[in-house]
């Protein structure tokens, strides 16, 4: 029997020794004996997703910080961009308090800090404000000083970059565009040499459940589908928030006022489905006049979802108003038609325009 579908095992535990008195191993070559190490669903979806990403091996954890963590903590010597999303940011910043070598830095600065034999943390597309690292030359830098580069590639997915032209290891938060319908919490590393990493995953119990698994996958297969699609209604909402006189700016990979428009042009296929804009009237009056998008602290779902960043960022206060600002929104563009999108944001501002004015009357 061959299913087309994976099977999804449901179990803690496998037989070990077998009836035949071998031991029981996965494909790596490791003890297949306790679901907290491995687990065949589980295999299956680091194989996919690390065929997508171009790696020969992938690791999948129970949230996207779970991946993020288990890696911090495997790295031991890292410098993390400071435009990464906040809860990263924080977790470096506790990490370094507790004597790990991390060291944090913008973005622009990453080549001339990048640590002799340590690891470089940078997301594609940063969160929240879409700032795009020079890949090409961040990734000379890191072959000169023989350190390795690691990519969150959340934002982008493998179907607008493969992380494998530029890094050796690559991080996603699966509850995003991988799964992509807001049913399931996972993260994924793939990249060369697991072998250690996949230790303090089974010290750390960071590993996936079989259930999730399949769940991701039943996602991969509509991914690049989705991704499309999201950067298509994108770069039409970004395009109107752009031009309208109650945002007083708009951040966007596909807009050529981005001021990394043309590198993004040459790394990405596409632009994505995520942005961040600066409305002029009240980010939180804005929020409570949406009648369609929908205020969730997540992205990558088949409908739209915003969230006011500045508020809602895990940073300490002043860190938060100097690398993001006040009443700043991010805006996850979802499935739908666009002119949904782009016609409940404008009642909503103009909604929020006209409760100013007769407040002020």
């Known amino acids: 029997m061959l299913p087309v579908e ?5 179990t803690a535990t496998f037989r070990d ?8 191993l996965s494909d790596r070559g490791f003890d297949l004996k306790y679901s907290r190490e491995e687990n065949p669903t589980v295999r299956e979806l ?5 065929e997508l990403d171009g790696f020969p091996d992938g690791l999948a954890f129970n949230s996207g910080m779970a991946a993020i ?26 990490l370094r308090e507790m004597g790990l070598e991390v060291e944090l830095a913008h973005v622009e600065e990453l080549p001339d800090r990048a640590p002799r034999g340590g690891v470089v943390f940078v ?10 690292p020079d890949l090409p030359a961040l990734a000379d830098v890191c072959e000169e000083r023989e350190c390795i580069l690691a990519l969150d590639n959340t934002f982008a997915s493998p179907i607008l ?7 050796e290891l690559s ?23 697991l072998g250690e990493l996949w230790e303090w995953r089974r010290k750390l119990g960071t590993i996936l459940d079989p259930f999730r698994a399949y769940l991701v996958m039943r996602g991969l297969q509509t991914l690049e589908l989705r991704v499309r699609r999201h950067s298509e209604n994108a770069l039409r909402v970004a395009r109107f928030l752009e031009g309208c006189e109650l945002v007083e700016w708009v951040s966007y990979p596909g807009l050529e006022s981005h001021p990394q428009h043309e590198l993004a042009r040459r790394i990405f296929k596409g632009f994505g489905g995520v ?13 409570r006049n949406l009648k369609h998008v929908i205020p969730a602290p997540s992205l990558g779902a088949t409908r739209s979802m915003i969230k006011p960043v500045s508020s809602t960022s895990s940073l300490p206060k002043e860190l938060t108003s100097k690398l993001i600002g006040e009443n700043v929104l991010r805006l996850s563009v979802g499935l739908e038609d666009p002119e949904i999108v782009v016609e409940d944001l404008r009642q909503a501002m103009e909604g929020s325009l006209r409760r100013v004015s007769l407040v002020g009357e």
């Open 69 to 94: 963590s288990s890696l911090f903590i495997w790295a031991r010597k890292l410098l993390v961009a400071l435009e990464s999303y906040p809860t990263t940011v924080r977790l470096a910043l506790d």
């Open 17 to 24: 020794p077998l009836s035949d008195g071998d031991r029981s």
């Open 171 to 193: 991080v996603q938060s699966a509850t995003k565009y991988l799964s992509g319908h807001n049913d399931v919490v996972a993260g994924v590393v793939t990249g060369y040499n």
């Open 46 to 50: 680091e194989r996919r997703v690390a």
């Open 161 to 167: 970059l493969r992380p494998s032209y530029y890094s």
């Open 275 to 287: 942005m961040t804009f600066k409305p002029k009237v009240r980010a939180e009056e804005l929020i």
């Open 123 to 132: 997301e594609t597309m940063t969160n929240p404000l879409l700032k795009v």
């Open 6 to 10: 994976p099977p999804i095992y449901m």
